[in-house]
């Protein structure tokens, strides 16, 4: 299973990617921003999962959401948000704009494999 990550910092990219890996995801392609994270998923249209920042330079999360689900091919890409952008007017925008599942930074590796189950609609 293909996933692509898309944070501007390195270091958050590394942490989420470490997480997925030992949680056995081990294809993961990166993206340090909103256009290069929408260059990799239109160049690698079988990608099954994105995760993404909000806060970003260039083009930010919420803009690659939309852009994402405007895209036919990717109406149903599952995707969770990963921001520090925590309050509820913030999360229901994101969640009107596409976005499956939301984690609030800093959280814990338990967190993002809770997340990523309930997205992909499987029990524990
Ligand atoms: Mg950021």
Same mark, same amino acid.
């Given at each position: ?23 056995? &995801? ?18 690698? +249209? ?31 890409? +599952? ?22 599942? &939301? ?5 814990? +590796? ?15």
């Amino acid at each position: 299973m293909k996933l692509l990550v898309v944070d501007d910092s390195s270091t958050m990219r590394r942490i989420i990617k470490n997480t997925l890996a030992r949680l056995g &995801y081990i294809d993961v392609l990166e993206g340090g921003d909103g256009l290069e994270g929408w260059a990799a998923l239109d160049a690698n +249209p079988d990608v099954e999962m994105l995760i993404t920042d909000w806060n970003m330079p260039e083009m930010n999360g919420l803009e690659l959401v939309k852009k994402v689900r405007a895209d036919a091919r990717f109406k149903d890409l +599952p995707i969770i948000m990963v921001t520090t952008e925590g309050g509820k007017a913030e999360v229901i925008t994101a969640l009107k704009a596409g976005v499956n599942n &939301y984690i609030v930074k800093p959280f814990t +590796p338990q967190v993002l494999k809770e997340k990523l189950a309930a997205v992909m609609g499987v029990s524990e």
